[in-house]
Each structure stands twice: as C-alpha cells, then as structure tokens.
C-alpha cells in the first residue's frame, strides 16, 4: 500500500512540472522541510523532568509536499512527511501520506498588504490520510508495523525570498486514530493489540524552502495579494490599451514618414523632368541630332554619322559629332541606354556587309567610352544593307546609308 501511495504521488509531481496552465498565471510549487517532533505514545520515556521531554522527541524528515494554489485565498495539495520517536523504552516510525487545503490567512485578513509585509504570508492548513507506523519495544523487543487513519492541522508563516523561492516555518498537530504508535496501548496497556480506543497525537516544528514553478515568464498567484489577484483582469486591460496606444502613435510617425518620402520623390521627379527637358534641348544643339517628338520620354536618334566606301574608319567630322554627344550624356544622367546600329550600302555581299556594320557600330561604341561613357550602357548592332536612309542608286545615297545611328533610351 505504501508503495503504491508515494508512486502517485510521484506521478502527480511530473504531473505538475509538466502541465501548462491555462491562464496567465502560474499556480503549481513544491517544496521540502524538517525538523522535530513529539508523539505522545505509550511507553513514554523513563527519565524524568526536562530530561524526559528531551528524550521523548524525535527528528522529521524529509517531508516533501505539492501544493496547487488556486487563488491567493485558498489551494489545495498533498504530502509525504517521515516521522520518528526514539526514547529510552521504545523506538518507532511513521510514513504518513496526506492530503490537505490551505488558506492564506494574511490575504483573508489584509487583502491588499504592501511593503514588507506583502513578502509575508500566514497560512491555515487542514488535512487528512494514512499513517504507516512501525515500532520496537526496547525492553522485550517487540515489534509491530500497522497503519492509521489520521487528521492534521497547520500554521504556517512564509517569506517571499524572490518570485521563485519562499522561506517557511511552520507548527503542526498531528491525530492518528489507533493508540498503540508506541508499541503500547495508551489506554489499555495491553502491548499490540491493536485496540482502536482513543488514540495518539504528535506535535512538529519544521522549517523548509517552497519553490514555486512556471515563475519564468509569468507571475504566480502566491505572489499576489487578493487586490492584485481580482484586478489582474483591469490591468491587462491597461497594458493593452498601453500597447495599442504604442502602435497608434508608431502608425503615425510611420505616416509622417512616407509623407516626406512621397514629398522627396516629388521633387526628385520634378528634378528628373527638368533635366530630361535639358537633355532635349541640349542634343538638338547637336546638328545631326533630331528629337522626336512624343513628350519627355521620347527617343532621340543621331543621323549622319557616315563611313567612307568599305571603311569603318571614324572622320573627323564624325569624331566631332560624338565628341558632342559624350558630352552631353556624361553631364545629363538622365538616359539608360545607348544603341549603336550599323549600316551599309547595297554594295557587297550580305557575310561582308554584316561584318562591316559590326565594325562601324563597335568602333563608335570605343569611341564613346575612350571620351568617358561607360562600356554597360552602350550596345551595338550591325544591320549590314537593312533600313537603308536614301537609294542606293545613286551615289549621294549610298553615302547616307554607309552610317552609324545612335539611338538613346531615357529613363
């Protein structure tokens, strides 16, 4: 029976460290004690006097306890707590198993205590089990083992170390049913009979630690008096209305901000107009250039940049033209792309004349970028004899058509 009492116990203890409450609030501890007790049993110390008090206590531990505490008034919990008594006529022992509830009659009295004696509990408990006593009559050598009904009483003074640990002291009466824990019967004096009659009691004093779990994140309720306790609900209320106030205020800088933004991008578009506008006018200074005209966006094309009869080789007059127009695109940003097209005349065949139109747009294209222009933002193509510019009938026309356009895309 023992055996099957401490091993529920011990499974309502990984019990609780595992369970996970349900609200906010944390409400499983554990704890230990120690110390001393006096059983009144039969057959008392011989010694007489002080010496005899002395002789007639005995030493309690461990005893160990679980406590579920429902709100700072009241929980409820059960114990295991070892018991001896070791005088100069018998010897004996008790493992008793109990359940109990508990009141904090600090809470109950003050319920809203601040200070120091907010750190301060005093506890009621009242309890009920079974008691497994073994004894031994020094004298004949006698020995019984039986089990007991009993009831217990508590007081119990607690102080808050931190939010995890709490320091106790406590005083406990103790009532077994049976009246032979002694090895004697105490009213009968007839040694093991086993006699149920009036019974036996015990007194304790112990000290121990209680430690209070799921502390990490969340408050406990043996932290809290009862003020605390029944408006927890109102200042949840406040921290929310705290954190939505936070994130309205957040939303507004954050509108501040993206107003100044569209404010900044307003002016960076008023300034990326006006300086496609200056690009405009100042290609058109260019007199092969020609603008087209479908707004700011528009494409511009660069005409007459020829080539002499089967040479790609740049002229002077060339050369002029794109040193004006580097110029113009290495002071103005506001364009992403140049495309170089090369063209011939219908005079050869198509392998020679792609070939050559290749050459024409790549040595405009290292023109460009010898004057400062970047090699990413210019590609080529040779076209060879397609999109001829005049006839090539004549020899006014075929001259025309042996070019190089450049073509700008603006951002």
Same mark, same amino acid.
């Given at each position: 029976?023992?055996?099957?009492?401490? /091993?529920? %116990?011990?499974?309502?203890?990984?019990?609780?460290?595992? &369970?996970?409450?349900?609200?906010t609030?944390?409400?499983?501890?554990?704890?230990?004690?120690?110390?001393l007790?006096?059983f009144?049993?039969?057959?008392?110390?011989?010694?007489?006097?002080?010496?005899?008090?002395t002789?007639?206590?005995?030493? /309690?531990?461990?005893?160990? %306890?679980?406590?579920?505490?429902?709100?700072?008034?009241?929980?409820?919990g059960?114990?295991?707590?070892?018991?001896?008594?070791?005088?100069?006529?018998?010897?004996?022992?008790?493992?008793?198993?109990?359940?109990?509830?508990?009141?904090?009659?600090?809470?109950?009295?003050?319920p809203?205590?601040a200070?120091?004696?907010?750190?301060v509990? %005093?506890?009621?408990?009242?309890?009920?089990?079974?008691?497994?006593?073994?004894?031994k009559?020094?004298?004949?050598g006698?020995?019984?083992? &039986?089990?007991?009904?009993?009831?217990?009483?508590? &007081?119990?003074?607690?102080?808050?170390?931190?939010?995890?640990?709490?320091?106790?002291?406590?005083?406990?009466?103790?009532?077994y049913?049976?009246?032979d824990?002694?090895?004697?019967?105490?009213?009968?004096?007839?040694?093991?009979?086993? *006699?149920?009659?009036?019974?036996?009691?015990?007194? *304790?004093?112990?000290?121990?630690?209680?430690?209070?779990?799921?502390?990490?994140?969340?408050?406990?309720?043996?932290? &809290?008096?009862?003020?605390?306790y029944?408006?927890?609900?109102?200042?949840?209320?406040?921290?929310?209305?705290?954190?939505?106030?936070?994130?309205?205020?957040?939303?507004?800088?954050?509108?501040?901000?993206?107003?100044?933004?569209?404010?900044?991008?307003?002016?960076?578009?008023?300034?990326?107009?006006?300086?496609?506008?200056?690009?405009?006018?100042?290609?058109?200074?260019i007199?092969?250039?020609?603008?087209?005209?479908?707004?700011?966006?528009?494409?511009?094309?660069?005409?007459?940049?020829?080539?002499? %009869?089967?040479?790609?080789?740049?002229?002077?007059?060339?050369?002029?033209?794109?040193d004006?127009v580097?110029l113009?695109?290495?002071?103005?940003?506001?364009?992403?792309?140049?495309?170089?097209?090369?063209?011939?005349?219908?005079?050869?065949?198509?392998k020679?004349?792609?070939?050559?139109?290749?050459?024409? *747009?790549?040595?405009?294209?290292?023109?460009?970028?010898?004057?400062?222009?970047?090699?990413?933002?210019?590609?080529?193509?040779?076209?060879?004899?397609?999109?001829?510019? *005049?006839?090539?009938?004549?020899?006014?026309?075929r001259?025309?058509?042996?070019?190089?356009?450049?073509?700008?895309?603006?951002?």
């Open positions: 029976m023992k055996r099957i009492l401490l /091993t529920m %116990f011990f499974v309502i203890c990984v019990f609780a460290l595992n &369970l996970k409450a349900q609200d609030l944390s409400h499983w501890s554990i704890g230990a004690k120690a110390g007790d006096y009144r049993v039969t057959p008392v110390s011989s010694n007489t006097g002080f010496s005899g008090y002789d007639d206590m005995g030493w /309690t531990f461990p005893g160990i %306890f679980l406590e579920y505490t429902i709100n700072p008034l009241v929980g409820f059960g114990s295991i707590d070892y018991f001896t008594f070791d005088r100069n006529t018998a010897k004996g022992n008790t493992l008793d198993f109990s359940v109990f509830s508990s009141v904090n009659l600090a809470n109950l009295l003050s809203k205590r200070g120091f004696w907010r750190k509990d %005093f506890y009621g408990n009242w309890g009920a089990g079974l008691g497994f006593y073994s004894n009559i020094v004298s004949t006698e020995k019984h083992s &039986l089990m007991s009904p009993l009831v217990t009483s508590a &007081l119990s003074l607690e102080y808050k170390l931190s939010n995890a640990w709490a320091l106790r002291a406590e005083g406990q009466y103790r009532y049913f049976r009246e824990l002694g090895g004697v019967n105490s009213s009968l004096g007839i040694g093991g009979t086993g *006699a149920m009659v009036y019974g036996n009691d015990a007194f *304790a004093a112990t000290i121990g630690l209680r430690y209070k779990l799921g502390t990490k994140g969340k408050k406990h309720v043996r932290n &809290l008096n009862v003020g605390e029944y408006n927890q609900p109102e200042k949840n209320d406040l921290i929310t209305q705290n954190r939505l106030k936070a994130i309205e205020d957040e939303n507004a800088l954050n509108r501040e901000k993206i107003q100044k933004l569209e404010a900044d991008l307003k002016v960076l578009n008023d300034e990326k107009a006006a300086s496609k506008v200056q690009l405009q006018n100042d290609l058109k200074e007199p092969q250039a020609r603008v087209d005209k479908n707004g700011l966006d528009s494409t511009v094309v660069l005409l007459d940049v020829n080539f002499k %009869f089967g040479s790609y080789e740049l002229v002077p007059k060339t050369m002029a033209v794109l004006q580097a113009v695109l290495k002071v103005n940003k506001v364009w992403s792309k140049l495309v170089v097209s090369g063209y011939t005349d219908n005079v050869g065949t198509d020679i004349n792609i070939k050559l139109s290749q050459e024409r *747009a790549s040595v405009v294209k290292n023109y460009l970028i010898l004057k400062g222009l970047t090699p990413s933002s210019i590609s080529t193509a040779g076209l060879g004899k397609e999109n001829p510019k *005049a006839s090539n009938d004549t020899k006014q026309g001259y025309k058509n042996r070019r190089a356009e450049l073509v700008i895309d603006k951002k």
